[in-house]
């Protein structure tokens, strides 16, 4: 079964653990010299155990898989040095370089079986187990069937894994980039048995650092350059020194006094820095939108939610442009359609599938049209008036603001809708979801990678994190198409992915918002950081003070 992600309106979750956003202390001049750089971030590092992690944002720096993700998420040589794949689609042979753990000990074919494994086995109540289904038993393993050494993957000899797959799966060598699918020491791991990854000292590292003085509550720890990484001559920074420091007013103060180097924004401070020089943006690959319950306890809501005459009408009676630009303030993106931009390009024209998704007349504004459209959905619900409650999460900075303006908004251009807010903090907000005990929710996905089916897979009818019960059988035809008898052709996969996401635009099962983009002041004497829209999301390989 696929897992839940706890992801309801959560951008505060790619502020925590391992998705954490850096903020950068230059430092004094001697440090420059030594190349270590001083980052902070808003709360503590959660976890460094990646088959329990709950986000990757800085994994790729301390571990590697076969690949690791370059500039604008394209793909880089990681530790595999040769790739082959069967004529279906369905065989991957990876052959590994010579390369060593951070302790000496040579990386393996059979450390990349033991890690997959451990994140299979449901005892290990991994959160990010579903991005293994379609490798061989994965899905058996993970509900209980199957033990995991019956998992798709084996060890030829120490050099050579081979994965077997029961499906072609379109974007699996952008998984192999994913740090969830990094090898793991076995050695090291039996022999701290459930300490294991517990502090610092207690794993070992693949990638170009390594962390030190971690020990699971540390408000302060620190990546060291990992002397074994097999690209160590590329690595040109000797250090990054982090420290817990949760304001973003403390944080821009020390930018402003010369202490840092990047520093995040909260919405009122892009209001007043966005022309300043130093001012950045790193979008991210996240949707802010609507979610409704199809089948909602209550007869008359539910009658309401499932016509899509209303459904459209609420999308038509937001203005994004002013949601973003004047509510919110923040540089924010405008979406047209559920897939965010930036994500993914056509294998033939390059177009970004942003644009090719979209659909007259679904997500732009129109205050007349949606006004017809509700009036015409009531009558055929037999409504004159509807009341539905919208919850959203607390924990957002931005939550308060656009529930407020979707009350304002949607109240003044739909007559007879009166939206009540329910704010609360988002694990409550996520057991109501599940429970199915709400009218709309305000939600947030981001992705995991660089395809457009991690967000195109939410509506399925199947799916645990579909909680408002969308379903479409059309729609489900053309993501098992593109996932199967077309998961080998590139171009009529993307064809078929471009018609689900217009079907569900014009079906308005979720009405998208707005897709999230973070903005920073940076110094310019900082050069090389990588930032991807998706998957390991900071890479510090090649960066280095000027």
């Not at 990010?128 to 209980?144: C, P, R, T, V």
């Not at 993957?153 to 050579?160: G, H, R």
């Not at 081979?162 to 379109?170: C, F, G, R, Y």
Request: proline residues 4%.
């Amino acid at each position: 079964m696929k897992q839940q992600r706890r992801f309801t309106l959560l951008l505060a979750t790619l502020l925590v653990g391992f998705i954490i956003g850096p903020i950068l202390f230059h430092g004094t001049s001697q440090a420059a010299a030594k190349q270590v750089l001083h980052l902070s971030a808003t709360a503590p590092l959660d976890t460094i155990d990646i088959s329990k992690a709950t986000g990757y944002g800085q994994t790729g720096n301390v571990y590697e898989s076969f690949y690791r993700l370059g500039k604008h998420g394209s793909i880089t040589p990681g530790l595999a040095k040769d790739t082959k794949v069967s004529a279906d689609g369905l065989t991957w042979t990876f052959t590994l370089r010579d390369a060593k753990w951070s302790n000496g000990d040579p990386i393996t074919a059979q450390d990349f079986v033991y890690s997959w494994q451990r994140t299979v086995n449901p005892k290990t109540k991994s959160q990010y187990s579903y991005l293994f289904e379609g490798i061989k038993n994965a899905q058996a393993i993970s509900a209980g069937k199957l033990k995991p050494d019956q998992l798709g993957i084996k060890a030829q000899d120490d050099k050579t894994v081979v994965v077997t797959l029961e499906k072609p799966i379109a974007y699996f060598k952008i998984l192999m980039a994913y740090p969830l699918f990094a090898p793991q020491n076995e050695k090291v791991a039996q022999k701290y048995g459930k300490k294991y990854a517990t502090k610092s000292q207690n794993t070992v590292y693949s990638g170009p650092f390594k962390i030190e003085n971690w020990n699971g509550t540390s408000n302060k720890w620190r990546f060291v350059k990992n002397d074994q990484y097999w690209d160590k001559s590329a690595v040109k920074l000797q250090q990054i020194n982090y420290e817990v420091v949760p304001s973003t007013s403390t944080s821009l103060d020390l930018f402003q006094d010369g202490k840092l180097d990047l520093t995040p924004l909260a919405p009122e401070q892009v209001r007043e820095l966005k022309h300043d020089k130093d001012f950045k943006n790193y979008p991210y690959a996240m949707i802010y939108y609507l979610k409704y319950n199809f089948h909602n306890t209550n007869k008359q809501k539910q009658k309401a939610l499932n016509n899509q005459n209303i459904r459209l009408a609420i999308s038509l009676a937001i203005n994004r442009n002013q949601l973003t630009q004047k509510a919110l303030g923040d540089g924010s993106l405008i979406p047209n359609g559920f897939v965010p931009k930036g994500l993914a390009k056509d294998p033939q024209n390059k177009k970004d599938f942003a644009a090719e998704q979209g659909v007259p007349d679904t997500v732009t504004y129109n205050k007349t049209k949606a006004k017809a459209l509700w009036q015409q959905g009531l009558q055929e619900t037999g409504l004159k008036k509807l009341s539905l409650t919208l919850i959203a999460s607390n924990d957002d900075a931005s939550s308060k603001t656009v529930t407020e303006y979707l009350k304002d908004q949607l109240e003044k251009k739909l007559p007879g809708l009166t939206l009540n807010i329910r704010q609360m903090p988002s694990t409550a907000a996520n057991q109501f979801q599940q429970k199915g005990q709400f009218d709309i929710s305000l939600s947030a996905w981001g992705a995991d990678f660089n395809d457009p089916i991690t967000f195109l897979q939410i509506p399925e009818s199947d799916t645990s994190y579909n909680m408002g019960k969308y379903s479409n059988k059309d729609y489900d035809a053309l993501i098992h198409k593109a996932q199967n008898e077309d998961a080998n052709d590139p171009n009529a996969r993307w064809q078929d992915l471009i018609q689900a996401s217009q079907l569900f635009s014009k079906d308005q099962g979720m009405t998208p918002l707005y897709q999230n983009n973070a903005s920073y002041l940076q110094n310019a004497k900082v050069k090389g950081i990588i930032h991807n829209t998706a998957g390991a999301q900071w890479s510090y390989k090649y960066a280095s003070i000027k």
